[in-house]
C-alpha cells in the first residue's frame, strides 16, 4: 500500500480556541464534507462513578438527553436538530454528538449546550431515562468478546463499566456527580465537517461562555468502584498487560508492539496460534486509547479449548514482544493504517481532535501521533516492552 494511503490525509490544521472560562474548542473545517459532526466531550466517564453507585455516569447522560428534560418552558426542544443525536459514555469521557447538516450546524451547537443545562431532576425525567437506558442496554448487549474482555481488564484494576444497580442512583448522587464533573475546564466542543459560513468559536461563546470558571486544576476522580464479580464465557481467551495512557510518551510504541503481536500473517499470534497449533482462527491484539493507564491484550476466540489457548498466548507474550523475526516495518505500517481507518466519518474525526485537546496533548496531536507511529525507534520499543511487558501476563479465563 502507497504511504499516503497508510496515514492520515493532509488536512488545513484544525483551530482550537478557549473561552474565558476555559472552555475550549475545536473546528476542523472540511469543506469537501457532506455533513457536520458537532461533539461536546466531557471527562466524565466509568472512572467517576461512586464506589456505591456503578453505571451512574452512564444514567447521567440519558438523563441529560431525555427528551422530558427538554420540555418544560424555556427549555430547547431536543427536535431541534434533525440528524444523528446520540450520547456515549465510556471509561473516561461521555460524549455527546449531533451529525447534520451545514445548515443547521450552530442550531446542534445550541443543542448541546442545552445537554448540559442544569437538569430537571423529576421522578418522570429519571425513570424514563433509566427505562430508555435498560431498553437500549438490550437492543446493544454486550457480545461474549466485550463481556470477556471488560472481565480481564477488571482483574488488571481497570475501571470498566459495570452492571448498573438494580435501583435508580440516588438523586443527590447524579447531581453531586453532574456538578463535580460538567465544568468547562473538562470539556471539549468540536465541530468537523463543512464549517463555511459558521463561526465555532462565536456560536461557543454564546452558548457555553456562561459556565462558571473553577480552578484549573484535575477534576477529583472517584475511587475505581469494586466490579461485581462475573465469570467469563469462556468462548475468548485473553492475555495481557496494564498499559500506559494514550497521552504517554511510549503510547505510540505500544500500538506498534500492538499491530506487531496481533495483527496481518506476519504477526506473532497469526504464527503461533493458527501455523503452529491450528488454533486461533479469530484472534488478534487490542490496546484501547484511554486517557488513563490501560491495558494491552492479545485475545482468541477458543470455545472448549478456553484454558490451552490462554497458556498459549500467555507464553506468545513472554517469547515474542521483541522476536528478532519480527517485521517492525510493516507493524508500524499496520499501526498508522488502523488509526487512520478510525478517522472515517465527521464524527469519527470530531472525537479524536476532542480526545486529544481534552487530553492536554492539543487537536494538533491527532496528525502528530500517526507520524509518531510511523517513526517511533526500535529502542522506543524495547523501552516500552521493558516498562510495560515484564512478569507473567494476566490471563482468563
Given at each position: 500500500?502507497?504511504a499516503?494511503?497508510?496515514c492520515?490525509?493532509?488536512r488545513?490544521?484544525?483551530v482550537?480556541?478557549?473561552?474565558?472560562?476555559?472552555?475550549?474548542?475545536?473546528?476542523n473545517?472540511?469543506?469537501?464534507?457532506?455533513?457536520?459532526a458537532?461533539?461536546l466531550?466531557?471527562?466524565?466517564?466509568?472512572?467517576?462513578?461512586?464506589?456505591?453507585a456503578p453505571?451512574?455516569a452512564?444514567?447521567?447522560?440519558?438523563?441529560?438527553?431525555?427528551?422530558?428534560?427538554?420540555r418544560?418552558?424555556?427549555r430547547f426542544?431536543?427536535?431541534a436538530?434533525e440528524?444523528?443525536?446520540r450520547?456515549?459514555t465510556?471509561?473516561?469521557?461521555?460524549?455527546?454528538?449531533a451529525?447534520?447538516?451545514?445548515?443547521?450546524?450552530?442550531t446542534?451547537?445550541r443543542?448541546?449546550a442545552?445537554?448540559?443545562?442544569?437538569?430537571v431532576?423529576?421522578?418522570?425525567t429519571?425513570?424514563?431515562?433509566?427505562?430508555?437506558?435498560?431498553?437500549?442496554?438490550?437492543?446493544?448487549?454486550?457480545?461474549?468478546?466485550?463481556?470477556?474482555?471488560?472481565?480481564w481488564?477488571?482483574?488488571?484494576?481497570?475501571?470498566v463499566?459495570a452492571?448498573?444497580?438494580?435501583?435508580l442512583?440516588?438523586r443527590?448522587?447524579l447531581?453531586?456527580?453532574?456538578?463535580?464533573?460538567?465544568?468547562a475546564?473538562?470539556?471539549v466542543?468540536?465541530?468537523?465537517?463543512?464549517?463555511?459560513?459558521l463561526?465555532?468559536?462565536?456560536?461557543?461563546?454564546?452558548?457555553?461562555?456562561?459556565?462558571?470558571?473553577v480552578?484549573?486544576?484535575?477534576?477529583r476522580?472517584?475511587?475505581?468502584?469494586?466490579t461485581?464479580h462475573?465469570?467469563?464465557?469462556n468462548?475468548?481467551?485473553?492475555?495481557g498487560?496494564?498499559?500506559?495512557a494514550a497521552?504517554?510518551?511510549?503510547?505510540?510504541a505500544?500500538e506498534?508492539i500492538?499491530?506487531a503481536m496481533?495483527l496481518?500473517?506476519t504477526?506473532?499470534?497469526?504464527?503461533t496460534?493458527r501455523?503452529?497449533?491450528?488454533t486461533?482462527y479469530?484472534?488478534?491484539?487490542v490496546?484501547?486509547?484511554?486517557?488513563?493507564?490501560?491495558?494491552?491484550?492479545?485475545f482468541?476466540?477458543?470455545?472448549?479449548?478456553?484454558?490451552?489457548v490462554?497458556?498459549?498466548?500467555a507464553?506468545?507474550?513472554?517469547?515474542?514482544?521483541?522476536?528478532t523475526?519480527?517485521?517492525?516495518?510493516?507493524?508500524?505500517?499496520r499501526a498508522?493504517?488502523l488509526y487512520a481507518?478510525?478517522?472515517?466519518t465527521?464524527?469519527?474525526?470530531?472525537?479524536?481532535?476532542?480526545?486529544?485537546?481534552?487530553?492536554g496533548?492539543g487537536a494538533?496531536?491527532?496528525a502528530?501521533y500517526?507520524?509518531?507511529?510511523r517513526?517511533?525507534a526500535?529502542a522506543?520499543?524495547?523501552?516500552?516492552?521493558?516498562?510495560?511487558?515484564?512478569?507473567?501476563p494476566?490471563a482468563?479465563p
Amino acid at each position: 500500500m502507497a504511504a499516503a494511503a497508510e496515514c492520515l490525509p493532509v488536512r488545513a490544521a484544525p483551530v482550537v480556541s478557549s473561552l474565558r472560562n476555559g472552555f475550549r474548542v475545536v473546528a476542523n473545517d472540511e469543506p469537501e464534507s457532506d455533513r457536520v459532526a458537532v461533539l461536546l466531550m466531557v471527562r466524565a466517564g466509568d472512572a467517576d462513578d461512586p464506589p456505591d453507585a456503578p453505571g451512574a455516569a452512564r444514567v447521567l447522560g440519558r438523563i441529560l438527553i431525555e427528551p422530558a428534560n427538554h420540555r418544560s418552558p424555556g427549555r430547547f426542544p431536543l427536535m431541534a436538530v434533525e440528524g444523528d443525536v446520540r450520547v456515549v459514555t465510556e471509561g473516561d469521557v461521555t460524549t455527546f454528538t449531533a451529525v447534520t447538516t451545514r445548515a443547521q450546524a450552530a442550531t446542534a451547537i445550541r443543542l448541546l449546550a442545552a445537554f448540559i443545562e442544569t437538569p430537571v431532576w423529576n421522578n418522570t425525567t429519571l425513570i424514563r431515562a433509566v427505562k430508555r437506558n435498560g431498553e437500549e442496554d438490550r437492543d446493544e448487549a454486550p457480545t461474549d468478546w466485550q463481556r470477556d474482555f471488560e472481565i480481564w481488564q477488571s482483574r488488571l484494576g481497570l475501571d470498566v463499566p459495570a452492571p448498573p444497580l438494580p435501583d435508580l442512583p440516588p438523586r443527590d448522587t447524579l447531581r453531586s456527580l453532574f456538578e463535580s464533573c460538567y465544568k468547562a475546564h473538562s470539556m471539549v466542543l468540536c465541530a468537523s465537517g463543512d464549517l463555511r459560513g459558521l463561526n465555532v468559536s462565536a456560536e461557543a461563546e454564546n452558548w457555553f461562555g456562561g459556565l462558571p470558571r473553577v480552578a484549573d486544576t484535575v477534576v477529583r476522580r472517584h475511587r475505581a468502584h469494586d466490579t461485581p464479580h462475573r465469570n467469563p464465557s469462556n468462548t475468548f481467551a485473553f492475555a495481557g498487560y496494564r498499559a500506559p495512557a494514550a497521552t504517554d510518551g511510549l503510547a505510540p510504541a505500544m500500538e506498534v508492539i500492538s499491530a506487531a503481536m496481533g495483527l496481518g500473517k506476519t504477526s506473532a499470534i497469526f504464527r503461533t496460534l493458527r501455523d503452529v497449533e491450528g488454533t486461533g482462527y479469530e484472534s488478534g491484539a487490542v490496546y484501547p486509547r484511554r486517557l488513563a493507564p490501560g491495558a494491552i491484550a492479545l485475545f482468541s476466540r477458543a470455545p472448549g479449548q478456553s484454558a490451552k489457548v490462554r497458556d498459549d498466548l500467555a507464553s506468545i507474550w513472554k517469547s515474542a514482544a521483541l522476536d528478532t523475526r519480527t517485521d517492525w516495518g510493516s507493524a508500524r505500517a499496520r499501526a498508522v493504517q488502523l488509526y487512520a481507518s478510525r478517522h472515517q466519518t465527521a464524527r469519527d474525526r470530531a472525537y479524536w481532535l476532542a480526545f486529544w485537546e481534552l487530553a492536554g496533548n492539543g487537536a494538533a496531536y491527532d496528525a502528530e501521533y500517526s507520524a509518531a507511529m510511523r517513526s517511533v525507534a526500535d529502542a522506543a520499543l524495547t523501552a516500552a516492552a521493558r516498562r510495560w511487558l515484564s512478569g507473567p501476563p494476566v490471563a482468563i479465563p
